[in-house]
């Protein structure tokens, strides 16, 4: 009798050593995903030269494609700039002045300063959240990724974001 009960100890040690080791999996995947996902949004901003109507909606379409919906909030008094509608075509999902919504990416736009020799010189700046969900406990890692563009001499006309800092 003393046997099995040392082996049920046992037991449970294996397999909560398993859960913890599938969970760290699962977890670095997703995490990676975000990475993954994050760097193509810049690569999108980067290639058509800003925020366009056509890098918004490469944008969200390569979101939905890839499922990515994870959504987190945007700091409004920060410049920040939130996309709440992936249907959406063009700058009509694209909210300039965020707040109180849950939003799928937030990008800001940034002035590069002391280069005289390009004065419209700006970079971006792209927020996408990750979110780990287990269908019966729910969401309960939750967090942002970031990431920065190259910088872009002179952003496309259509640009309707204003750079700050």
């Known amino acids: 009798m003393r046997s099995a009960v040392g082996g049920i100890w046992l037991y449970g040690m294996v397999i909560t050593f398993i859960l913890f080791f599938v969970a760290f999996l699962a977890i670095t995947a997703n995490y990676t995903k975000a990475y993954r996902v994050k760097n193509e949004v810049v690569s999108f901003i980067e290639r058509e030269e800003g925020m366009t109507n056509r890098s918004v909606g490469l944008i969200n379409g390569y979101l939905q494609s890839n499922a990515h919906f994870a959504k987190g909030s945007c700091d409004t008094d ?3 700039a939130g996309v709440w509608d992936l249907n ?11 707040g ?5 990416y937030c990008i800001r736009k940034m002035k590069v300063k002391d280069d005289p020799l390009h004065p419209n010189k700006v970079y971006y700046e792209v927020k996408l959240f990750f979110a780990f969900d287990i269908p ?4 309960f890692l939750n967090m942002n990724v970031y990431g920065t563009t190259g910088q872009i001499v002179n952003p496309a006309k259509e640009d309707k ?5």
Do not use: Q
């Open 88 to 98: 959406s075509t063009g700058s009509a999902g694209l909210d300039i002045n965020p």
């Open 100 to 104: 109180g919504k849950k939003y799928y």
């Open 78 to 80: 920060k410049g920040w």
């Open 136 to 139: 019966v406990l729910g969401s």
């Open 161 to 165: 974001l204003v750079p700050g800092n």
